[in-house]
């Protein structure tokens, strides 16, 4: 009985240890982060072009371009999703279809982003002839951020209580007019929650834009959506790998605007998800 | 008028619905598309089991093997240091610690997958490689190891998230029994929650796998890129991803390098199409079996 | 002259092929109050929902027989069109998470009705009529969710009455009730034979012979015998009906 109470001791610490060895080096990395970042930050670093061969200056176009690619990913992702996942939890019957539907949403979720790179190259970039451009990337990045928003919004769908659908649907109302009336409101928060999540994974991947979209060096900023433009992520590959001698301050600043911007989002997704929780009444 | 405007919604709903299938197909065409161009001159054998990856030299010569041997070496080492680390850490998270000690664990991992890979990748550098190139004294730290430690980190919310989901969806009842009879919370653990919650891990396992394997700026940030048949986890390598992202800027469009380049997409995606059918097998087994009882 | 409202023959019921419903036949009158009694999965339910076709949404659902309103074939109504003439109120108190006014308005601006003024009587005449208007006539903003639960069950009957039925079906509509908000409901029925016709499913004996003109009881997916609630009541002619009625099982 000792020897068994003394066993549980030792395994629990050994599952602290392997938890801190899991933990401790997020929080370290944050701390790097954050100490050789914050330095960097000033409105000039945020809001100047790339000087010296983007060793000075500041981050600018990058920034503006990847605010470009967010939006240009929303635009098409958010309704497609949000359609999508209607489809599956309020028409779609169990069949065959619906299955070969699911697979398809897990295969997409599984594909290597740098597969959607290429996939975009030839599609987008070369077949349809947008060329390198804002709009490839937005696509190729929409396509790649689907599973997550259809994912998302179908639990935030599925939470709605069946009753709802039912009395909308016994005081005579069609299957659009219930999802619309009571399933899409109150469905609302965990469909935001879901789509910020998945536009914050898209602001931050790199392999999906190297080819359709990523500019290493542009003076201005991008005018229409056939134009490259530079981004964030691209942005900390080129400093810390292609240029040599940028200084630690540059490159930090950049992953530190990079990651908070990220982690604002995440925050705001959280946000909203706790306050819905509390308010619902359901 | 407003039979008119829902039958438009309801088929668009319908379109995109099917949408998912449509990008499957289009995602494997266009890919096949450019791919299997290189068949043409190239032979799939010597393509896959081809022992140099000397894409721009005079003649050409694209055998992937180092690079399907840098892939698997990195994911390998990954596999072993994240799956041991993983089920301990879900453990502790669903088990063991208090609730409230737990909820900031949860969130710790839910910072570390929201964090980009290039940002990791950019931190292996400056940190992980000259640690490694100290340790073992290195002429560079930007090896295999450096890789798999930093592919383990990056799998480990996915692996920690889905099996501390199976660990929770194992029925209250289970444990209830085991600690009726006697049992520590210890051995109940490994005993029932373990067993019970196998399948679970295993879709952990495939789908932490997939993760790794299509994982692309950070390995080629951090693996030192030498597309050479791999001896030692100490050694620099070059993965089937980073070679697409390192190279591609540079083939020309419509050129044998280019679609050798598209062919390795096929193999990504026919690797990651399997694993992920694996991991959804093992899931859907998951809910089933703890449904029943 | 009886006019029959809903006339049913031969309906045979399946949900994923458990035989719920057996070669029921069964007339409603116009205007009367029907009860329904028996045990549970007695397939009092899977009649109610046959009748306005909620049953179609059950993936695993299999009906066969004839169900006609007012001589005429449900499936040949449009099931819009249908659930409006036919409404249900639910065992729970199901308000929508919305107001009270909103949850009375969702009918009919899903049938169309779009002016305030408009929506504003109908919602005063069916809360009226459900016997709820003066206990909620100064809060008709306020969520639906803060009223009590027998409101609540009654704002459900106000909100069937705003679309507009000729027949309303109540299933168990009392049984999450208090015996006080259970009186106030049956008033609300009586007070609508006037201009309804109602099917009342219930749990409760004593409520059928309350409220009910006839009653019917079903036993196992049949229906065993169906009468004046009066005779029902005192003279049964089958000895199953006896034994349910003074309580022997069920």
């Not at chain 1, 939470?159 to 109150?186: C, K, M």
């Not at chain 2, 520590?184 to 005993?191: G, N």
Request: proline share 5%; charged share 15%.
């Amino acid at each position: 009985m000792i020897d068994s109470k003394l066993k549980e001791k030792a395994a629990f610490a050994i599952l602290l240890a392997a938890t801190i060895i899991v933990i401790a080096p997020v929080a370290l990395i944050l701390a790097i982060i954050l100490i050789n970042g914050l330095p960097a930050l000033s409105f000039e670093f945020l809001f100047s072009i790339p000087r010296d061969g983007m060793r000075g200056g500041g981050i600018f176009p990058a920034l503006v371009g990847t605010f470009y690619l967010i939006v240009g990913t929303a635009l098409f992702a958010i309704p497609f999703g949000i359609l999508a996942a209607i489809y599956l939890n309020e028409y779609a019957q169990r069949n065959r279809l619906t299955r070969a539907i699911e697979l398809a949403i897990i295969n997409l979720s599984g594909v290597p982003s740098i597969v959607y790179g290429l996939f975009g190259l030839s599609l987008f970039v070369e077949f349809l002839g947008f060329g390198a451009s804002i709009l490839a990337g937005s696509l190729t990045l929409a396509i790649m951020t689907l599973p997550v928003i259809i994912t998302a919004t179908r639990e935030a769908l599925s939470a709605v209580p069946r009753s709802f659908r039912e009395v909308s649907f016994s005081l005579g109302a069609s299957r659009w007019q219930t999802v619309r009336g009571v399933v899409l409101p109150n469905a609302i928060p965990g469909i935001l929650t879901g789509t910020i999540l998945g536009l914050s994974r898209a602001a931050g991947e790199t392999a999906p834009i190297l080819f359709t979209v990523a500019a290493f060096y542009l003076p201005k900023l991008p005018t229409s959506v056939y134009d490259q433009a530079m981004a964030l992520p691209y942005h900390i590959y080129v400093l810390s790998t292609q240029v040599p001698n940028v200084s630690v301050k540059v490159q930090y600043g950049t992953v530190l605007v990079l990651v908070g911007m990220i982690f604002i989002l995440n925050i705001v997704a959280s946000y909203i998800r706790s306050y819905f929780r509390k308010k619902k009444t359901w | 008028m407003k039979r008119t405007t829902e039958w438009i919604i309801e088929k668009l709903i319908f379109i995109s619905g099917i949408g998912s299938i449509v990008f499957v197909a289009l995602i494997f065409f266009f890919l096949l598309k450019e791919g299997l161009s290189l068949f043409a001159s190239v032979n799939v054998f010597s393509f896959l089991f081809g022992v140099n990856w000397y894409p721009i030299s005079e003649p050409p010569q694209f055998g992937i093997l180092p690079l399907i041997l840098g892939s698997l070496l990195v994911t390998l080492g990954a596999v072993v240091i994240a799956v041991p680390l993983g089920i301990a850490s879900a453990l502790y998270v669903a088990e063991v610690a208090p609730k409230w000690l737990s909820e900031i664990l949860k969130s710790g991992i839910e910072l570390l997958a929201a964090i980009p890979s290039i940002v990791l990748g950019f931190i292996g550098i400056a940190t992980l490689a000259p640690f490694l190139k100290n340790v073992f004294n290195l002429p560079s730290g930007l090896t295999a190891l450096a890789g798999s430690i930093m592919l383990a980190f990056m799998a480990m919310p996915t692996i920690v998230s889905i099996i501390e989901d199976s660990i929770n969806s194992v029925p209250r009842s289970y444990r209830e029994g085991s600690l009726a009879l006697g049992a520590t919370r210890w051995q109940t653990i490994y005993r029932v929650i373990l067993p019970a919650a196998s399948s679970g891990i295993l879709a952990a396992i495939m789908l932490g796998i997939g993760r790794v394997i299509g994982e692309t700026m950070a390995v080629l940030m951090i693996t030192g890129n030498a597309a050479i048949l791999p001896t030692s986890i100490l050694q620099p390598v070059r993965t089937l991803t980073a070679t697409i992202a390192a190279e591609m800027g540079e083939a020309v469009s419509g050129s044998e390098h280019y679609f050798a380049l598209f062919a390795i997409g096929i193999v990504l995606f026919v690797i990651s199409f399997i694993i992920n059918l694996v991991a959804d097998f093992f899931m859907n087994r998951n809910k089933k079996r703890n449904k029943k009882k | 002259m009886v006019n029959n409202k809903i006339e049913i023959g031969g309906l045979n019921v399946f949900y994923d092929g458990v035989h719920a419903l057996k070669d029921l036949d069964l007339k409603v009158r116009e205007k009367e109050i029907l009860g329904v009694i028996g045990p549970a999965n007695s397939g009092k339910t899977s009649f109610l929902r046959c009748v306005n076709r909620l049953n179609d949404l059950h993936d695993n659902f299999k009906m066969a027989g004839k169900i006609m309103l007012d001589g005429k074939s449900i499936h040949e109504i449009d099931i819009h069109l249908l659930r409006k003439r036919i409404g249900i109120v639910f065992a729970l108190p199901l308000p929508l998470p919305l107001s009270v006014f909103d949850n009375i308005a969702y009918g009919p601006r899903t049938h169309g009705v779009k002016e305030r003024t408009k929506l504003l009587e109908i919602a005063e005449s069916s809360l009226r009529a459900a016997a709820l208007w003066d206990e909620v006539k100064d809060r008709l903003e306020t969520s639906a969710f803060k009223l009590s639960g027998g409101q609540q069950q009654r704002l459900c009957i106000a909100r069937t009455l705003a679309v507009g039925p000729d027949v309303i079906l109540y299933d168990e509509p009392c049984s999450a009730l208090d015996p006080i908000s259970t009186l106030k409901i049956e008033e609300a029925m009586r007070s609508l034979k006037e201009n309804y016709t109602q099917v009342l499913v219930t749990n409760n004996v004593k409520q059928a012979a309350r409220v009910a003109d006839r009653t019917a009881f079903f036993l196992m997916g049949e229906m065993i015998e169906i009468d004046e609630t009066s005779r029902l009541f005192t003279a049964p002619a089958d000895k199953r009906t006896e034994d349910y009625i003074t309580g022997r099982f069920g």
